[in-house]
């Protein structure tokens, strides 16, 4: 009646060894370190790297922990270890020297962070600790605001770039094509011309609607956007600058970063566990886009200190300078696909594909200048630098490559950065907190004491009331809350405040389906029940109420998830979790240890349970 068979005690014991092997990540902490990932396409961190970094510490003084140098080939970073922040600070600004002699021109990103002390032989199984909120580990909070005038103004060039190639394509002459006030002007010398580019560009730029005017000397066709292309616009700018920032923070190795659209304009930023701000600030506002130009015919190339001849521009490109035309074929704004491959001789490229515009952009100047040079040039912070000069051979469009990537990883980054590319609209900070380690460890101790304080408190009312069953209560309790921490874990859920104020709320929960069971047992064994029966009746007739509060409040969470966001949402997700871990511990384990201590006992003449 009273005994569970052997597979039940084995599920027992395997999620008991499962919560502890996942829950104990938690107690390791973290370690300060520093990051270092490359600044531009191209460079690339390797052992030479190691060797620099290594004798520059060592000539300081400064000890490594024993982990050493730890390296993220994915993507494409290393982090070194250090045993606390004072050893850490320093080597960032040793690191920063060595690496970055120039300060005008950054090649490594060297940022501070905190990484998992947890050991390899967990790590390997994927055991981690779960990853703490912002109030929790302490970061930084951004609030951004989006220039949404800068997206139209964005998207009316690329338009009248687009209305020129169609007009061209189509022989319409034109006199000129002005912007203002987010409209379009394009001027005619004949109602004729004004009329057959109306039609053209009706069709071709569906984005716009457009009306014809006359002149004082000539006929104008004015382009205005649709209120529904406004829109989109503005709401493609806010998801592509989100998509973008998400991209950038991996830089910062951030935790669990929250990026996340606020109202119309705005996108909040928290990283978790960033030390330092002005870093994060550097990242965020980082733009990284791609332009084609023509080289110069005659010397594509000059010394690094030359002057570039009048009406050329110079850029880096290894250690010397490539000489371009100053008009640009296409800009990164035409890039709608980038991604990592090789060439017909098996070297490192990256394959581009451009929209309809900057195709018929690249068809033409390929087709217009075939056996001249042209390259490929790469912005990062307004400095531009050749990624490779090639002679045209071909006329091509919409898809081609870029060669000259001296490894495979070099061109992984520059496709990420390709993809990434600039921001869609200029942006601002309006609003910036920093919440130190301290504090952050500060609401972890208030956290972690609120809940021990409520377990103890919830002992000692369960052992005086219940005695041996308030017993088995307790113990079914703590391993609800390690089942609760190991599932967290393993999800690798973020947990902040409101998460702990869910554990707090899992634990009252939890005791309360071990209440329904001990008061059911009590009323059988008042009615006379035999206490073998009265355990048996007690648990099954306990179930069905356990259940249907459990799943009315379950409801109640999975709507928070639904809808809520931010902390409600991190409430909710701990919530929901903590009543399924309190199904499993309030009656299965709570049962196995009742069936374990009185089952056996054939001839049992009383219980202990108050």
């Not at 002992?459 to 967290?488: H, P």
Request: glycine share 8%; charged share 20%.
């Amino acid at each position: 009646m009273n005994r569970y068979p052997l597979w039940k005690y084995a599920v027992i014991v395997v999620a008991l060894i499962i919560g502890v092997i996942y829950s104990v990540p938690n107690l390791f902490g973290e370690v300060p370190a520093i990051q270092i990932a490359p600044a531009r396409a191209g460079l690339k961190i390797d052992s030479h790297l190691h060797e620099k970094i290594d004798a520059a510490l060592q000539k300081a003084d400064l000890l490594k922990s024993q982990t050493g140098f730890e390296e993220l080939s994915q993507e494409g970073v290393i982090r070194i270890r250090f045993n606390d922040t004072d050893s850490q600070l320093k080597a960032k600004d040793i690191i920063e020297k060595e690496l970055n002699p120039d300060q005008t021109s950054t090649d490594y990103i060297v940022a501070l962070a905190l990484v998992s002390n947890t050991p390899n032989g967990l790590m390997s199984i994927n055991a981690l600790p779960m990853p703490l909120g912002l109030d929790l580990r302490g970061g930084v909070y951004f609030l951004l605001k989006v220039d949404m005038q800068g997206a139209l103004e964005k998207k009316l060039n690329a338009l009248a770039t687009d209305a020129r190639s169609r007009l061209r394509d189509k022989s319409i002459r034109y006199q000129n094509i002005d912007k203002k006030n987010s409209q379009l002007f394009i001027k005619f010398a004949s109602a004729d011309d004004a009329n057959k580019a109306r039609d053209v560009l009706v069709d071709g730029i569906p984005d716009m609607k457009f009306e014809s005017e006359k002149g004082v000397d000539s006929f104008l066709l004015r382009g205005i956007f649709r209120p529904e292309a406004i829109k989109a616009t503005q709401e493609n700018a806010l998801k592509q600058n989100i998509i973008t920032l998400n991209k950038r923070v991996n830089e910062l190795a951030v935790k669990e970063p929250v990026i996340q659209k606020q109202g119309v304009d705005r996108i909040v930023v928290q990283l978790p566990g960033v030390q330092d701000t002005a870093r994060a600030k550097d990242i965020i506002g980082r733009t990284a886009t791609l332009e084609a130009r023509l080289a110069d015919p005659i010397q594509s190339s000059i010394g690094p200190l030359d002057t570039p001849p009048i009406g050329m521009d110079a850029f880096k490109f290894g250690d010397r300078q490539g000489v371009f035309k100053k008009s640009v074929i296409i800009t990164g704004d035409r890039i709608i696909d980038a991604s990592a491959g090789f060439d017909q001789n098996q070297r490192p490229s990256v394959n581009l594909t451009l929209d309809a515009a900057g195709g018929r952009a690249m068809q033409e100047m390929t087709r217009e200048n075939l056996q001249k040079p042209m390259g490929m040039i790469l912005f990062e912070k307004g400095k531009g630098e050749v990624l490779t000069i090639a002679t045209i051979q071909g006329e091509f469009g919409s898809k081609f490559q870029i060669t000259g990537q001296p490894t495979t990883q070099s061109a992984n980054d520059l496709a990420l950065l390709l993809r990434a590319g600039s921001l869609a609209a200029p942006m601002e900070i309006i609003e910036e907190r920093t919440i130190g380690p301290s504090l952050g460890a500060e609401n972890i101790e208030k956290g972690f004491k609120s809940l021990v304080y409520g377990f103890i408190a919830i002992a000692i009312f369960m052992l005086l009331y219940y005695m041996l069953f308030g017993l088995f209560s307790v113990v079914a309790l703590a391993v609800n809350l390690l089942l609760l921490i190991a599932v967290l874990s393993m999800l690798q859920a973020t947990l902040s405040l409101p998460g702990i104020a869910a554990m707090a709320l899992a634990l009252g929960m939890a005791i309360d389906s071990n209440v329904l069971i001990n008061e059911r047992i009590r009323e059988e064994l008042r009615q006379g029940t035999n206490p073998q029966l009265a355990i048996s009746t007690g648990f099954e007739k306990a179930w069905a109420t356990i259940f249907d509060s459990n799943v009315t409040t379950l409801i109640a969470g999975l709507a928070l998830l639904a809808f809520g966001s931010g902390p409600i949402k991190g409430f909710a997700i701990v919530h929901c979790l903590g009543i399924l871990t309190s199904m499993f511990s309030a009656v299965f384990f709570s049962r196995g240890l009742v069936n374990l201590w009185y089952g056996s006992k054939k001839k049992l003449q009383s219980v202990s349970i108050g």
